[in-house]
């Protein structure tokens, strides 16, 4: 399907005259983050992801908030960033990881039709751009890569597994998650979901598949008031989470424009970044160094 997509924003730009200075980026939204070790407004500022040099996609911005403020609260950085990079002539793709999913999920849905200031792309040490003058409704957005993403909540929040002075805990309650925002909002940007399944330290807490701190029901995009246990078809035990568009077995339908781009099968991949671009955000830089250009 991302070849199929690329292929319509090609064909698209062909019929119409090119406009000066277009420039592509890829914005990363960096999930929870109790050490608090990145700095919000520093589009440089990859501590989270890993080595600063490593390849990311085209023009790389790191998308820094607090790490453990509300969704509500911190969405204002997410959207700083995608006024500066993504207005005008110029497009961005992302990439979120985790709660970064929320962040996004909940800016697109809330804000993602409103008028925005057409900005450019020069940050200020506070994160935001300058006007270039005129205005546009939402964001240019090609897609969206989504690593564990906790748009879904998570079991470990519900269960006060997290410490209860993160006031971030609160949003990823299963239940407040899914009710935070509308997910079949999308503006029409497809969510490509990466689903991790190396699970082992609370595996036990966690329904079906699991990452170690989220569970297939929210990396995998299944829509529905409340989480539900998803698996590897390998496990006979729980409903499979599909690839791709299709409702999981059961019948389980996933959110609008949310496709299971990697179903982790063979248990590959844990939660956690740690600083490497490790764990799941390892295959979603890998696709984002193919198709984000």
Not at 168 to 178: G, P
Not at 232 to 255: I, R
């Amino acid at each position: 399907m991302r070849t199929a997509v690329g292929a319509v924003l090609v064909a698209a730009s062909l019929l119409v005259a090119p406009e000066a200075a277009a420039t592509n980026y890829t914005l990363w939204i960096h999930g929870r983050n109790t050490s608090q070790n990145t700095t919000p407004g520093n589009y440089g500022d990859f501590r989270y992801w890993g080595p600063a040099g490593t390849a990311a996609g085209v023009n790389k911005k790191a998308v820094n908030w607090d790490g453990v403020s509300r969704i509500g609260n911190q969405n204002y950085r997410i959207r700083d960033a995608l006024d500066c990079f993504c207005t005008g002539t110029n497009w961005c793709y992302i990439a979120a990881h985790s709660a970064g999913d929320l962040h996004i999920g909940y800016a697109l849905a809330l804000y993602g039709g409103s008028t925005r200031n057409k900005k450019n792309a020069t940050p200020n040490a506070s994160g935001v751009c300058g006007d270039i003058g005129g205005t546009q409704a939402g964001w240019n957005i090609k897609w969206i890569d989504i690593a564990s993403g906790a748009g879904g909540g998570s079991e470990l929040a519900d269960l006060g597994e997290w410490a209860v002075s993160d006031p971030l805990t609160s949003d990823l309650v299963t239940t407040t998650a899914r009710a935070l925002y509308n997910h079949n909002t999308t503006r029409s940007v497809w969510f490509y979901m990466f689903a991790g399944a190396k699970g082992t330290l609370y595996s036990g807490l966690l329904p079906g598949q699991d990452d170690e701190a989220v569970s297939y029901h929210s990396t995998g995009g299944v829509a529905g008031s409340s989480g539900g246990a998803f698996c590897n078809p390998s496990d006979w035990f729980c409903n499979d989470l599909t690839t791709g568009t299709a409702a999981c077995e059961g019948g389980f339908a996933k959110w609008s424009f949310h496709t299971v781009d990697l179903r982790d099968t063979g248990e590959q991949y844990n939660h956690y970044a740690n600083g490497s671009w490790g764990g799941i955000v390892a295959p979603v830089r890998t696709d984002v160094v193919t198709y984000a250009l």
